[in-house]
């Protein structure tokens, strides 16, 4: 198994441009969330999927969209960066039933 | 709103010894913590768990304390490897959902001396 992989490692935006990244996990997993990690804070969801076809808002959703058409992949789309926006973003997931979530590598994003 | 904090942002200790890593977390209401190792570049891995019944738990070389009175957690690591150095963090579980109701704290840079 892979386990939850993110596409891609690294990406460097201009402002107002968008992107979308990619996560997805071969576990079978129910649950799937996106995180922001910006330094010296910890980590804040930005949405989060309890199923195929569900999404909803976490605690930072302005500026992001996200989508899940498949159960393993969670997509994360920014429609125009903005600076405020440059962080390093994982992807999670759980299986249905427990609390643990498994992580992505992460992602990090420049805006300029 | 609430949040889960650290004592101590960093912490460098000899190879061998003992660590011990804290939080403050501030829900009284919170009935399920873990701890979370990050090595630098990658994304957080689980280490232990404990729930708010217990006040004590044991992993390999881990050791987790709760201490509900004082809304305090430790994470212990006998004797500290190299490759223990890391961040870790702790995040507890404020609702009766998963993911979406956990909070994580900033963290604290463990850092191995030879």
């Known amino acids: 198994n892979a386990g939850v992989t993110q596409t891609p490692k690294f990406r460097v935006l201009k402002t107002g441009q968008s992107m979308t990244l990619l996560c997805a996990q071969d576990?079978?997993?129910?649950?799937m969330y996106w995180y922001r990690q910006d330094p010296g804070m910890g980590l804040r969801l930005i949405h989060y999927s309890v199923g195929e076809g569900t999404t909803a808002k976490g605690e930072v959703p302005d500026g992001y969209n996200v989508s899940r058409l498949k159960k393993q992949n969670f997509l994360l789309g920014l429609e125009s960066a903005a600076p405020s926006q440059t962080s390093v973003y994982f992807c999670?997931?759980?299986?249905?039933?427990?609390?643990?979530?498994?992580f992505g590598p992460g992602t990090r994003l420049t805006v300029l | 709103g609430e949040s889960v904090g650290l004592h101590l942002p960093t912490l460098s200790v000899q190879e061998g010894d003992n660590s011990i890593i804290n939080c403050a977390y501030s829900?009284?209401?919170?009935?399920?913590f873990i701890w979370y190792k990050q090595e630098s570049g990658k994304g957080p891995q689980f280490i232990i768990d404990i729930r708010s019944n217990m006040d004590k738990r044991q992993g390999q070389r881990v050791t987790v304390l709760l201490n509900k009175t004082v809304k305090h957690l430790s994470l212990q690591i006998a004797a500290t490897q190299p490759g223990d150095s890391a961040v870790y963090f702790c995040a507890e579980n404020i609702g009766s959902g998963r993911g979406q109701n956990f909070v994580f704290g900033p963290g604290t840079r463990l850092s191995v001396l030879p």
């Open positions: 829900n009284s209401a919170s009935d399920y």
């Open positions: 576990m079978n997993h129910e649950y």
């Open positions: 999670a997931s759980t299986v249905l039933g427990a609390y643990e979530q498994f």
